[in-house]
């Protein structure tokens, strides 16, 4: 009886987020590629999508692969697929690592694919190896309590930088209930937010849901370049722009912000990957007007409201009533109400035996509360039994004005077991041997001996991610 009300109840509760959008009528909700789209045009796409969602066979609790980045469409179909309670996994790129991992963990059901505007939608079955189903079941176990509970589900993928990627699970229903809220929040003038993060990407995700929270407007980018972003917030006078510290210096490096007016941004938040001080007093100084928040995250907790410190503070303070923390052998640890279900393809070793997740952050505390993330555990390099953060060896560097941007990260080594490396971008001509005697000259009576690169290398570019951090991990 229990799991009869909660079937029909569910569908009830999600068409609370449709009605609201439709109430909400010609309020811009959406501008992708510069046609503007309004809260009721959502809500109709999200109906018909869902209506052709139904007839083409997507049965409830079936996992769907939903391939695209931000869109009008894929925004109404990701909503629609919640609407009929599926399991979303969301892929921007169809890599071989991140399909075998959803052939073999996800068992996807469905392949979708919709047209930026949603006017066409692509179904394809998807016949894929089901490990965890039972005999004669239709349902893997590890989706049961979604089930159960009448709820929607979300997996999304890590970066998979040092091995196949993790399928996370989240409790989609439980995502949406605590990042979209009611939407109370209607003024005269809407807030314009730029969707930079990825689609399938926790920060992307909860972009979108803050997005709906204020009802405000979710401008898509085209193309995520420097060039691009900056054009949008000009253009859209974007108040709110979250991306990562990578990305910011390629703003600052290739003069984006004075080329183009970014007086509208209000905040600008910055996550993924730690703060170098040294970037953030430029970025302070070149962007005045924005109040810069140092955001944390992770994609089995969630994002947590935070409050820095400051604008030119890397000290942050976890003000989430919904988030706790604690912190053992200098290491960062949370629960959330948006925690994660479990991995499906990984053994959730990375929960303690009370619940707790292991970031892998490794933080520094004052005493009013506020923290500061000095690295990731996987990153420290180990000189000879002496350990080095690249961090802080990267903001120092920052702070030279001959070197626009830097990674320093450890390779192994016969004698010391690792050694300290670092690639270079130089803000002009540079020859290698010029760089290793400035990088060491830069870097002498700042920090100890062991700490100094054995090898500097000249690169044009950084390597990266997809969603702009910094590539530490070498093979």
């Known amino acids: 009886m229990s799991d009869e009300l909660d079937r029909r109840d569910a569908p009830d509760r999600r068409d609370e987020l449709a009605e609201r959008f439709a109430r909400l009528g010609d309020r811009p909700a959406v501008i992708d590629k510069g046609r503007t789209h309004s809260y009721g045009d959502l809500a109709r796409a999200i109906r018909t999508t869902a209506d052709r969602l139904r007839e083409r066979g997507v049965a409830p609790h079936e996992a769907v692969v939903l391939n695209a980045d931000f869109s009008f469409g894929s925004i109404a179909t990701l909503l629609a697929l919640y609407l009929n309670r599926n399991v979303v996994v969301p892929l921007v790129a169809f890599t071989e690592g991140a399909l075998r991992t959803v052939n073999d963990s996800c068992a996807p059901r469905h392949l979708v694919k919709v047209a930026d505007d949603g006017s066409e939608l692509v179904v394809e079955p998807m016949a894929a190896a089901d490990p965890g189903t039972e005999s004669g079941a239709s349902t893997p176990e590890a989706y049961r ?14 970066s998979g930088s040092t091995g196949a990627p993790k399928a996370i699970l989240h409790n989609l229903d439980t995502l949406v209930a605590e990042k979209a809220g009611s939407g109370d929040r209607v003024g005269s003038r809407t807030t314009n937010i730029l969707m930079f993060l990825l689609f399938d990407h926790i920060g992307g995700i909860n972009s979108l849901l803050g997005v709906f929270k204020v009802n405000g407007t979710a401008v898509l980018p085209a193309r995520r370049t420097p060039e691009e972003i900056c054009a949008l917030i000009e253009e859209h006078g974007i108040r709110l722009l979250p991306t990562s510290p990578t990305f910011l210096n390629l703003i600052l490096i290739g003069d984006y912000h004075r080329k183009h007016d970014l007086s509208s941004l209000r905040m600008i938040s910055y996550g ?12 302070h100084t070149a962007l005045p007007r924005a109040r810069l928040l140092q955001t944390f995250g992770t994609s089995e907790t969630g994002i947590s409201a935070t409050t820095s410190e400051s604008s030119e503070s890397t000290y942050f303070r976890i003000s989430d009533e919904n988030v706790q923390y604690r912190i053992v052998d200098g290491e960062l640890q949370l629960k959330s109400r948006t925690q994660f279900m479990g991995y499906l393809n990984y053994p959730d070793d990375s929960l303690t035996e009370d619940g707790w997740f292991r970031t892998g952050d490794l933080v520094e505390e004052k005493e009013d509360g506020f923290l500061k993330v000095k690295g990731r555990a996987k990153e420290v390099i180990n000189v000879g039994g002496e350990k080095v953060l690249p961090l802080e060896l990267e903001s120092i560097l920052l702070g030279s004005p001959l070197i626009d941007d830097c990674v320093v990260y450890g390779r192994p080594n016969s004698i010391t077991g690792q050694s300290v490396c670092v690639d270079v971008k130089p803000s002009g001509p540079m020859t290698r041997a010029e760089a290793r005697r400035h990088v060491r000259e830069f870097l002498e ?11 500097v290398n000249l690169v044009e570019e950084l390597r990266m991610s997809e969603r702009f951090k910094k590539q530490r991990i070498r093979a």
């Open 272 to 283: 993924t990957e730690p703060m170098p001080e040294e970037l953030l007093r430029r970025l």
């Open 145 to 158: 309590p979604l089930v159960e509970a009448g709820a929607a589900g979300l997996v999304l993928l890590s």
């Open 445 to 455: 009576g700042k920090v100890e001996p062991f700490k100094l690169p054995a090898k």
